[in-house]
């Protein structure tokens, strides 16, 4: 845990060894205290090196450490005895030094970046010789500096607050950082280090700490997919991809061009028309340019073929296909994938919700293709679901999970259903809002608690920001709304269920969102972001509610919340039932990194089990009572299950669905 080695007969070498990262276990805090208690009793040592294996000095706490009972020996006394020691320490920082690891770091006299301690210890003794003779260590010790105080202390750190507040709505732990360094500016150190103690302290105890600690390991669990079959992350082998072909220049496809081309890719990207293709050529250019600028690096045009013809993908390693959301069209494009791509190319799609399978289906190759579902905007969003077709062979999705990682993406294997994870779930969460709307709230008032609550959008401006036609046509190609609606229907109900026809009523006004200037807000001009409640939507919802004489009730916040979000956690339990995604985690990543959920509150499904499975499960059923004609409601019979096996904690609940079937 921390190896103590005399070097040169005069340093001591202590090197953390916790893999992977020398986190400070209690057995690493234990094994430290002990070294630093040797170094400086021995007469021999006039100097401590501190470093870790692998190059990596520390990554802070034990994280896995937190979910139990904090043993072992406290953090702070260790550091004050590094700090108070009358013999120099050195921190040789090679990769990280965070948290805790950071603090460490900090106590030490000095501290050396990017050195190979094994090569260079030498050297680090002698640097650290000559500075000792220029200055006595008193002057090295952090508890001696004074900490500039601006006059303006309060002003400042006043409007920071109001900054974070605004930035991370709801987040303790970054009002508490602000807090501790009001705490170090104005008090000394001891007092500051005990006011900072006691900060965490109330952070570490928080939900919060938990809903963070979780969506780590959930994050990092996401990437180990697993298939029935045995298939698995560590056995299975991914192709190399060394060139690839987007087909469809459209805002989805000319993201994926540039994540692609941005880590080394070759890309050719198809268009149908030339006038298409000169657009989508000069925006992907543009957005390349923009993103190396950014990252102080080149733009790798030279990377880029732009082409109308798809005689030109023959030697491609894979396809990603990024054409408007129509099966038809997509099965013709895969038909002619067939054709002329060599017989190893990856057929991938980008759809966001249509039947993967049945685009296998009319290749050659069903082994071979499979789901990789972008997030608009694709080069900034961090998800991708990798929708895994039964045919999908386990290299094609090792190779498309692989892919997703090496774009910097957050990858998630998921089951071939409609819409998938993300989007199955959000239909009964987007039901409950349109509910609300014609029972008597508004837009606002439900996007303004639903980012109460921490979403970085509420789900009307999400709407309008993604686009409200590309839902409505779907909902006409269903025939949910439009000339193929059965007109036995009444009109609030569809194949006997509840439905809400005021999307239709909004997009019918051509307002499909921000690109049209209007949607469920008015905004300053087409493309616009500045999101204003609008009285037309207000009059609309009003007549609405006349015509078809629905009494408006004062709708509380807490029950837009629980419609909204015990709906979407219940798709997620029957998800799970389904054997669409393999755990909770895998859900949870999905709605964090695609949706916008607030990382404090862990995810959808770590949310329920917060709020506790029992209550959910009472709630959902008191709102089906009132609604049963919304089917979404009926708590799942998972949910049922958990709670009658006395509610356990989310990372078990895998041991209660192995029993169903799974579609990975
Ligand atoms: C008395 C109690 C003692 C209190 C001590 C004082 C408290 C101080 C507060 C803290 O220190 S809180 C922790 C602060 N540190 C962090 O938040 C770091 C979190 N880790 C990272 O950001 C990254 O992992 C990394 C270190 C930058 C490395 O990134 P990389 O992409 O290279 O690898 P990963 O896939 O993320 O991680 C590899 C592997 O390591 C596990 N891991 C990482 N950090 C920790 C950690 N701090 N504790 C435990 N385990 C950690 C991670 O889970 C991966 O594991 P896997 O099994 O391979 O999936």
Known sequence: MARYELVKRSVALITLTNPPVNALSSAVRHAMAKSMEQALNDPKVTAVV????????????????????????????????????????????????????????????????????????????????????AKPLSSRRVSMLTTPCPPDLDALLEVVTMEVKKKARGVMAPLACIQAVRAAATMPYSKGIKRESELMATLFNSGQARALQYCFFAQRTAGKWTLPSGAQWNNSKPREIRSAAIIGLGTMGRGIVVSLARVGISVIAVESEKKLLETGKQMVIGMLERDAKRRGVSASLNLLKFTLSLQDLKDVDLVIEAVFEDMALKKRVFQELSKV?????????????????????????????????????AHVMKLLEVVCGPRSSSETIATAMSLGKRMGKVSVAVGNCPGFVGNRMLKPYMDQATFLLEEGATPEQIDKALEDFGFAMGVFRMSDLAGLDVGWRIRKESGLTGPDVDPKNPPRRRHGRRYCPIPDMVCEQGRFGQKTGRGWYMYDKPGGTNA?????????????????????????????????????????????????????????????????????????????????????????????????????????????????????????????????????
């Open 50 to 133: 501190i470093c870790g294996e692998n190059g990596r000095f520390c990554g802070g706490a034990d994280i896995r450490e937190f979910a139990g009972p904090l043993r072992g020996p406290p953090l702070v006394p260790l550091l004050d005895a590094i700090e108070a020691g009358e013999k120099p320490v050195v921190a040789a920082i090679e990769g990280v030094a965070l948290g805790g690891g950071f603090e460490l770091a900090l106590v030490c006299h000095y501290c050396i970046a990017h050195f190979k301690v094994n090569h260079f210890v030498l050297k680090i003794i002698k640097a650290v010789g000559m500075s000792r003779a």
């Open 341 to 377: 791509c060599r017989p190893a190319t990856l057929l991938c799609t980008n759809t966001s919700g249509l039947d993967v399978d049945a685009l296998a289906g009319v290749t050659d190759r069903p082994h071979l293709v499979v789901g990789m579902h972008f997030f608009s905007p």
């Open 532 to 664: 204003k409640p609008d009285p037309l939507i207000q009059n609309l919802l009003e007549m609405y509610r006349s015509r078809y004489a629905i009494q408006p009730r004062n709708i509380s916040d807490q029950e837009i919340i629980e419609r909204c979000l015990f709906a979407l956690a219940n798709e997620g339990f029957r998800i799970l039932e389904d054997g669409i995604a393999a755990r909770p985690e895998d859900i949870d990543v999905i709605y964090l990194f695609g949706y916008g959920f607030p990382r404090h509150r862990g995810g959808p499904m770590f949310y329920a089990s917060m709020v506790g499975l029992e209550r959910v499960l009472e709630r959902l059923e008191h709102y089906h009572q009132a609604h049963p004609d919304v089917p979404h409601l009926e708590p799942s019979p998972l949910l049922k299950k958990l709670v009658a096996c006395g509610s356990p904690s989310v990372q078990t609940w895998r041991e209660h669905i192995k029993t169903m079937h799974s579609h990975l």
